[in-house]
């Protein structure tokens, strides 16, 4: 603020140490720069030199900045034909100048002083008559042996081209496009994503369209130890170069204890890439996250996550795959869309089996059954889950039977039902990633490759039990939204809980009339159920405001089955509960379906609903 920056000019004229050296003259006419603050006002003191300042809040840690050294000494000593090793001991040195520099008057460094230094910590003083000695033993020893061609060792050893595109292959023309315009702009994009989100495909779109020559490299099946020295190695080759290549590392994906040092080698390689002109396309399943970042200096934008196919995207794959231009077309791109919840991987596979069909008109069949390749691919997407320990795969088996997206404390409550899981909060980062997908800020879901794991691998009754505890969970968390309504009410319907349904349901019956459209959004699903009968046959008040709730979101969402839902909120409000408040019931569901007047009523419904409000 301009307060702020008056106080900021204060110091400056009235520290003693500061203020003599910003009172030594310039040439004839100029003034000091005491003088020049004198005169300046709050405003233009403001102006000039506080929002001129290139503010760097977020700085690698010395760690990264070390690291970037120590690479940086490794090429340069690589060219001088030195060892890793015999390098690496300029490093305390050059650090220690960098120190002493730092609290001259003066600051000033320069390239004799550091090829002074690293000469002098790479020399080796031996006697002349042992150094004749060892010149005598190089001659003979080069003459006893053949003429050899010498090797270059250089990027090429562990990186090839980019892959081809798999085929069929959706363009993907609206996310590669984003994906372009932030590799534009941070010359790095990061595409995050869970198993079979077709992160390495968009990858390879991104770097066709954005041109020029990459670098492919493959971490899938390596080891930490190998994924770290493929890191180094790639950073001392952009240290070494004039202009750094630009590199499209596929399947990062670290975890455990190594995470943190892979992700700090990531961020240096980052670093001297940008520094040398080059760019980075990283394909991962983990969330990168804040620590990156800031050593690497990118901006959250930089991270971007995989997203599902749009049914444009899969109308594509299903007429590459040779599917007409006709009514099934828009048919089965619904089907798909549906079955698959458009994840990447079991699009694919129910393409083919639609393909192999020769993509028939779709029948009843093709609607509810999922395809045996549906099953295969998240069978076989889920032995990966044997790499995990029985708490994670618990844990995972529980969100399983979670309809909407959820929060990490929902999650740690979650874990903690009888029999509890422990550290679930540590456990739920763990899987962040390859198996559970960011949506949003706060909110996560699922990966489609988990769809209904705890139904193929429990049984019912332990299904229903985990349903309620899982509902009741979510209902002992802070800052409940309509998303916690939603996922509470369907877990009640779907154990025919009433109990469970009856607070959510006062809440949402005493909400402000206006809330009502937004709650119709969120509570869509309600009104799937019109053919059912009373939802709580065992609990009378709880199916009327059950029905009530219904009939709102109807009429709300001015849905053609409104009328229906009419008719049985007042079928449900006739029946008896108890006498002192049967009445108020009975004028309550009248009241509102009369005010209702978007909603066409049967006349003999209305003309009921009238008398009773009457």
């Known amino acids: 603020t301009t307060q702020q920056s008056e106080h900021l000019k204060a110091f400056l004229l009235s520290d003693a140490s500061i203020s003599e050296r910003l009172a030594t003259a310039f040439t004839e006419g100029i003034p000091s720069l005491v003088e020049y603050l004198r005169q300046l006002s709050p405003e233009l003191f403001h102006s000039e030199f506080i929002c001129r300042i290139q503010w760097l809040p977020q700085q690698p840690d010395v760690d990264v900045i070390r690291e ?45 002083d550091f090829r002074v230094l690293f000469d002098d910590s790479t020399r080796v003083n031996v006697p002349v ?3 004749n000695q060892m010149q005598a033993a190089v001659a003979l020893l080069q003459s ?39 590799v534009s702009e941070h010359r790095f994009v990061a595409i995050q994503g869970s198993t079979g989100k077709g992160k390495s495909t968009l990858a390879k779109l991104l770097a066709r369209k954005l041109g020029g020559n990459w670098f492919w490299t493959s971490f899938a099946d390596r080891s930490p130890p190998q994924i770290s020295e493929e890191l180094y190695r790639l950073a001392r080759h952009a240290a070494a170069q004039p202009h750094a290549p630009s590199l499209l590392l596929d399947d990062f994906n670290p975890k455990g204890s190594d995470l943190s040092l892979l ?55 299903c007429v590459q795959s040779g599917c007409p231009h ?88 979650v874990g903690e039902i009888a029999p509890p899981i422990t550290r679930p909060g540590d456990k739920f980062d763990a899987l962040v990633g390859p198996w559970i997908e960011p949506v949003g800020k706060r909110y996560f879901r699922l990966s489609q490759l988990l769809a209904r ?90 199916s009327f405001m059950f029905a009530l709730v219904q009939f709102r979101v109807a009429a709300a969402s001015q849905a053609a089955s409104a009328a229906t839902f009419a008719e049985r909120l007042f079928k449900e409000a006739s029946k008896t509960i108890a006498p002192e408040i049967d009445n108020y019931r009975a004028m309550g569901a009248a ?12 006349p003999q419904l209305l003309l009921e609903a009238w008398l009773t409000v009457g």
């Open 68 to 112: 970037i050294v120590r690479v940086r000494l490794h090429a340069y000593g690589e060219g001088k034909h030195l060892l890793p090793r015999d390098s690496e001991r300029g490093l305390t040195p050059l650090f220690e100048h960098v120190a002493h520099v730092a609290i001259r008057q003066r600051r000033l460094l320069t390239r004799e």
């Open 326 to 413: 006709d009514e099934r077309l828009a048919s089965w791109v619904k089907i798909i869309s549906s079955q698959t919840g458009r994840h990447p991987q079991l699009v694919h596979a129910r393409v083919k089996v639609a393909s192999r069909r020769g993509w028939p008109m779709p029948t009843g069949t093709d609607v509810l059954e999922i395809p045996q390749e549906i099953s295969d691919e998240r069978r076989l997407a889920r032995q990966l889950l044997q790499e995990l320990d029985d708490s994670e795969v618990e844990l995972l088996y529980r969100l399983s039977l979670a309809s909407q997206p959820f929060r990490k404390d929902q999650v740690v409550a």
């Open 129 to 131: 008559s042992q150094y």
């Open 591 to 602: 009241a509102d379906i009369v005010l209702a007047t978007r909603v066409l009523v049967a």
């Open 453 to 542: 794991i705890a139904e193929d691998n429990w049984t019912p009754g332990r299904v229903r039990t985990m349903r309620i505890e899982y509902a009741r969970a979510i209902h002992c968390t802070q800052d409940r939204t309509l998303l916690e309504a939603s996922e509470i009410l369907l877990q009640s319907v779907l154990t025919n809980e009433a109990g469970l349904a009856g607070p959510v349901l006062a809440s949402l019956i005493s909400a402000p009339v206006k809330s009502r459209g937004i709650i119709a959004q969120s509570l869509d699903w309600i009104l799937l159920l019109a053919e059912a009968t009373s939802i709580f046959p065992d609990d009378q008040f709880v």
């Open 144 to 182: 006893a042996l053949p003429s050899v061609a010498q090797v270059n060792f250089s990027i090429a050893d562990n990186t090839t081209a980019i892959p081809d595109l798999p085929i069929p292959c959706a363009l993907r023309t609206e996310s590669v496009t984003a994906l372009a315009t932030c």
């Open 263 to 317: 992700l700090q080698r990531l961020a240096v390689l980052s670093r001297l890439t940008f520094e040398g002109g080059g760019r980075m396309i990283v394909t991962t399943q983990r969330l990168l996250g804040e620590a990156f970042l800031r050593q690497s200096n990118l901006p959250p934008q930089a991270l971007q996550q995989a997203t599902a196919f749009r049914e444009e995207e899969i109308q594509e794959l």
